[in-house]
């Protein structure tokens, strides 16, 4: 490898991966202690300063183009830290409470984490795929960690047997795509398709099998199955990790391949893109409605929301793109913020009904409207994050020509009322059965409070935000001059 | 620049959230102290009606936020969007409104309200709702007004659903939301349409561009979806079956939304936009007919009511069809009676609303049927019903009349407007006549509500709660209605007293700086004297004859309404949802299986059709040769692999596995893969070590079947995927030889890396990092093995 | 060596399949990965057969085989785990009746 000064450039990844040994250490010299969350934290927030100090701003190809450092990388990157840190924060309690082993817990977050860093930052279909298998590895044992739960271990094989399959389908794809343009850099890739499309069936086979492996990764319908099971059984935090962080790590990924690799072919993967989309955000809002279970519930949302963020890679605009990073942040603080309630709901009720929350609007009222607030984001209601995200989409579709696609997505936005409104009428107007007040663990209050402020500013003043995620581009700019 | 404007929505809004707080300080005070707020900003307000007569517009504004260039079609931009407001004419009579009813509304609510009912959460939502109503109003871009119009909907929901323990009130709160918040976002997507066409969403920006905007071939969907979220909003046909459901609310609550506040949302965006998007033959129809429909509509329902609560809420949907029928006309006369409409509207529907809430206090009833003859108990409470109800009728002189003739005065002078609406000349004839109708039924209910309920004959029956005979209610009660129909009184006599100050600057902030028609009670002898006549005379038989009046519309069938649809609609979802669920979400995991490559099957095809014929360029026969041990080879290792999921024995199965691992090892070196045949001598045998160890530990499963259908699908599925990769992957001949980064790897290994196997250098050297990288994730792997299996168990959750 | 590229890319076409086969028809999650393991093998065949061929990119495409042979090893590690975790509680490795989790 010819050295160079370019190590400081995944010095985040580094530090990640090492606060994950130091996080493991910790949790090997003092059991049930919370240390290992502590050293977590720190280790993240070392990353992103080290992140957005040193590497923020430069654009730039190192080892043989297998590692991209450029806006859109470093800005996913901070995403996934941020998202990492939160989880840390709020499955403080979770840990404990479940005998959970905290340091290998940690360190599996943290390992995922690294995993998705190389997911956004490269344009290498290797180094993409090794990403994706460490996050998918991790995510598969962070899964099934809650030994003593069926449900758990459940979920965890349902993971494992399809996330298999689907790396199969994404590799077939990978090597119908090698096998057409020579190569598995991303840049190259695009180069040998620009001059014409030789052997186009092969390589809309290998589109095909790429929209599909991705799909399960990205929890569209159909290749969704996996993840309601998954995000139901899984423990609480790793649900809302797998939920935010390897969902967006998933479409970073994607575009990536897709605008950067395959725009050749872009109108056959935009028609595949915009079908998924309007299934996926319809399949995820109707099924969502029937449920009971909180969890269930947030899964099968989670699913439509997917169908929502994918609109912006059907449409494929660099603003799309922007958009969908928008939407994927407000999302994420909305979802963790959501499951810092629903944490410390299931510490009293482990079944995690929607039942459950009745009375919550007496028993625990800041935490109730801060779950209100959250569920407006969902929907998509000022002044919430949720409510820009899909502004900026629906803004971005009609821009793009497809104002029926907008329309869709607002028709899903309205089916989706009631069933996230189900649950601020049962905290509001449902009488629990006992109004004894709920006190929470700090790690949950805090987490809820980072959401629920993150929910509103990005809700109430987007500016600086939305001016981060618009100088964002899929194709870095140093392509175009030749690598 | 006037910061009073926000400081009105910011400090209604705070002492919303402070009001749980406050009920500690006040206790069941809480309502009147709280109800200051909205009397001084009446106050305030009304001091600045000299300024607003002159035509004065107040305004603040703070930049909210950017939107970048780039995401308009055509790249326009960037541009601001404003936390903007704005108090102009049309602003200003609502926000009189507002603050005077809600003033009223929380003095009466106080009153209203048991001594143990939780008045901090009570009026915490009713300060919210009334900041939120001052928001809209206030607002002066289509993105603020829809943050607060949304923050209505939800305020409103928490309103209806105050008796929570009712199962009707949480349903009925549910349709208010469901239905007005679906109503909010239709509002938004056509806010968003008219930003793509007009390229901003400023009302003063608007109001300049509407001709651009009219012509626009988005304007047939921005108006529809604009007037989607008005209507759901005003309970207008057909989305009125909101309504009725909301009377579950406590009656004050009724009284504010469903004559000044609320409802009148709705209005008030059909007023701003009339200026904007109005005037157009689909604005006539759509508008005009709507409101006219729901004037009879639910006039005619309001009859079939027994409960006094519901024949007020279909009143309610019948007047604001009234008034939306005369923004759908937009004549200069038509706007003018419909501003005044809207402030004879609140005071008259609110003091009647009061005036229930009295009697259902009473008696502990509100049927219609049961009460009689309570004007000698309750005198107050039935002088305030006769006035506020006659006002509602049209009868002089009291301020209903006014608008009222001045409505069927606007509808004979329809001509001009219907000029270029397909039907027009029926129009211009049935828009009077259904006027005259809707107006006949509304003066019969008005009556039973009034004069049956308090003169008819009979004995009131006594409340349930048992403190005797019934009376008037405490001055607390009693007083905001009297307030209201005074009110009603001398806005009939002097009309005059309102049309400079409040009407007239209303009707200009819709109509652009025009004259407005004077107001007077006495118009002379005309042809809408003569219909006011009509109405009067032909209502006085209906309701002398009441029975036998029910006894024909008994036999009529009752409207179509959206609560079947509604109902229908949510019980389809569920069903829906239901179906979809139980069929593709079975939990097992074949199922999910065959699913995803089901998909990825037809994905495959739809694709493949999607290129249209091509020509799968086959080199079939291929070129070149191929050797006996070769074929052998292939159909040997392929043989060998179906043998896998075939076998009984699971050793006899890893033994294939193991031979398919072999064939590779022979195919790599075939194809100068040395590495790779020795990675996979070392690493195949690891793999299936692992699999026959790991047999050692588990049960044997006896039979490995599937339902017979479940087996086809399986054939078919994983023979279909074969067969479209094999046929997709004959396409493949002629391969680019381009000269890569590989080339580069090759020229380079040995000057750079000292290396002459290609692959060893690659993998130490220049994919370095890669090697590493997968190092982790095999550690990883061994790590999760490591916690999944049984070293350190500690049993389950405490 | 003159083997036609069609010929491995149809043997690896044949072992995707029967690998997809392998997933779905069995109950015993241990023969699902065998499957897997099938269709990985097809993949590996498909870039070492597209790497001989594209002169240039030979290395790239065998290197990847190399990654994805051991990735994968240790993804069947993983399972194995889980697969055992299963096994212990619920004294069965049938898939049909892990369906806890549905709807």
Redesign the interface.
Known sequence: ??VDGSLRLILPEIIV?GTGLLALTAGLVSRRSRLPGFVSMLGLAAAAYFLLAEVAGETTQI?????LVDGFSTLFKAVFLGIAALIALVSFDYIE???L?AG?FH??VL?AT??MM?MAGSL????I???L??L???S??LT????????S??????Y???G??S???I??G???V????????LA?INA?LAGGT?????L??G???L??GLG?KMAAV??H??A??VY??APAPVAAFLITASEAAAFAAALRIFLVGLPAIQE?WT??FVALAVITMT?GN?????QTNMR?MLAYSAVAQAGYVMVGLAVAS??AV?AMIYYLIAYAFATIGAFAVVILLGRYHPAEDIADYRGLGRRAPLLALTLTVFM?SF?????TAG??GK??L???A??A?M?WL??IM?LN???S??YY?GVV?TM????GETDAPLPAPAGVRWTAAIGLAATLILGL???QV??LV?AVQVVPALLSGGL | MSWTLPVSVIVSIALGLAAPGLRRLFGAGLGRVLALWPLALFVYFLGLAPGIAEGEVWRASFRWFTVPAGWLPGGAGPFDVHFGFALDGLAFLFVLLITGVGALVMFYASSYLGKDENHGAFFAYLMLFVGAMLGVVLADNLFVMYLFWEMTSITSFLLIGFWSHRPESRAGALKALLVTAAGGLAFLAGAALILVAAGSVDLETLLAGGEGLRSSPLYPAMLVLVLLGAFTKSAQAPFHLWLPNAMEAPTPVSAYLHSAAMVKAGIYLIARMAPILGGTALWVLLVAGAGIVSLVLGAYLALRQTDLKAILAFSTISQLGLIIALFGWGTTAAVAAAVLHVLNHSVFKAALFMMVGIVDHETGTRDIRALRGLGAFMPVTAAVAMVAALALAGVPPLNGFVSKEMFFAASLETGPVLAGVPGGGVLAVLFPALAVLGSIFTFIYSLRISHGVFFGQGRPPAAAGGHGRPHDPPAGMWLPPVVLAALAVVLGVAPGLAEGSIVAPAARGVLGPVDVPHLALWHGFNAPLLMSAAVVALGLVAYARGPALDAVIGRLPVAPNMNALYDGFLDGLQKTADFVEKRLMTGFTRDYIAYMLGFLLVLLGVTAASVGPFSLQTDWPPQGSLEWAELLLAVLMAAVALSVPFFRSRVAAVVSMGAVGTGLVIMWTLFRAPDLALTTLVVEPVTLLLFLLVFVYLPRLTRDVFPKTARWVNVALAAGGGLATTLLLLGVRGLRADRTVADWYIENSLPLAHGANVVNVILVDFRGFDTMFEITVLALAGLGVYILSNLRFKGGPK | MSIPLSYPLMLAAALFGIGLYGALSQRNAIRILMGIELMLNAVNINLVAFAYYLEGAAAAGQVFALFIMTVSAAEVALALAIILLLAKREKHIDIEQVNLLRW
């Open positions: 490898m010819p991966a080892w043989s183009g297998t590692v409470r479940n005998g082993p290998e360190l599996l390992l690294v995993g190389f290498n279909l290797i180094t795929y090794i990403g298998e460490c998918a590895l991790a598969y044992a099934g960690m809650l030994r003593g739960s069926a449900k271990t459940e979920a965890s094989l349902k494992i047997l399809i298999a399959i790396s199969g389908v590799l077939f990978m090597s119908l090698f096998g057409v343009a020579g190569s598995v850099h190259e040998a030789p052997m186009l069936p092969v809309l086979a589109m095909v099998f929209v599909a399960v159909p290749f199955m996996w309601p099971d139901h059984g056959h028609t595949v399949f109707v099924t969502a409605i029937v269930r660099e603003r922007s407006l929907i998509g209601i000022p002044p409510f820009f502004f900026y629906f803004q971005s009609v821009a020509g104002p907008a329309l607002v936005s309205m089916v009322i009631p409104w009428q509001y107007l449902r009488e003043f987007p500016d939305v001016q618009s």
